[in-house]
């Protein structure tokens, strides 16, 4: 590795270690649940994978019913990858259907009135108590709402109160009843990067539908292999 490479590769491991110590300090729950999705995550990141082209990727989309995209809350560019990938489908003529993390299942009326004008933003993110139950940046999500609105797409909150498990179960539950009920539309997934391993909310999703849908897991934060990668192929 040239002294450029190893140069930029150090900057690229400040950056990450900063918004890594930001993404740790939103955290209020030290249990060993939260551990035990960690090591998940940690097993998980040991897989060989393997590289593909930008179509490729796309046709792995289009062939899918659902997909999962993982979101490092503190870092708006997994929100943005979001936002690509629903303006790909888009122009592919594709219905989809949104499902968020970010916003409470409870507050589906407010996502409802606020998609179809009868709530400004200030009065939608004061409604959702925003501030106070999601407390990322908004900005990292208001894009897609805003892509909802005009290409009229479906936005269903998925978040919940609870254990970790719990809140799969719950976000799964709803997953399932609207991929069941409009199965010729595909389901797009922003939930964070631990509940998106396999055995995680994907699992649960397909033990609560009795057809079985094809899933595709789109990852954004699996550390390791990230910087795996790097090292192998500093271009």
Do not use: C
Not at 103 to 108: G, P
Not at 173 to 188: Q, Y
């Amino acid at each position: 590795m040239s002294e450029l490479h190893q140069k930029l590769l150090e900057i690229r491991r400040e950056i990450y270690d900063r918004l890594k110590k930001t993404a740790v300090s939103y955290d209020v729950i030290t249990s060993k649940e939260l551990k035990s999705y960690y090591d998940s995550q940690s097993a998980y990141e040991d897989i060989d994978f393997q590289s593909i082209s930008s179509q490729d990727f796309i046709s792995l989309a289009l062939g899918s019913d659902i997909i999962y995209i993982g979101d490092f809350h503190t870092f708006d560019q997994s929100s943005r990858n979001f936002n690509r990938l629903i303006k790909i489908l888009v122009d592919q003529k594709t219905t989809i259907s949104l499902g968020l993390e970010m916003v409470n299942s409870a507050d589906q009326h407010a996502i409802e009135s606020f998609l179809s004008g009868h709530l400004t933003e200030k009065e939608f993110l004061e409604s959702i108590n925003y501030r106070e139950s999601w407390r990322f940046p908004w900005a990292h999500y208001s894009e897609l709402f805003k892509l909802a609105k005009k290409n009229k797409l479906k936005v269903y909150g998925l978040n919940s109160q609870g254990t970790l498990e719990e809140r799969d179960d719950h976000a799964s539950k709803i997953i399932s009843k609207v991929i069941t009920k409009d199965s010729k539309s595909k389901f797009l997934t922003l939930f964070g990067e631990l509940h998106i391993i396999p055995d995680k909310l994907p699992r649960k999703v397909q033990k609560n539908t009795s057809n079985k849908f094809k899933d595709l897991i789109v990852h954004q934060n699996l550390d390791q292999i990230y910087w795996r990668q790097l090292e192998q192929n500093p271009e």
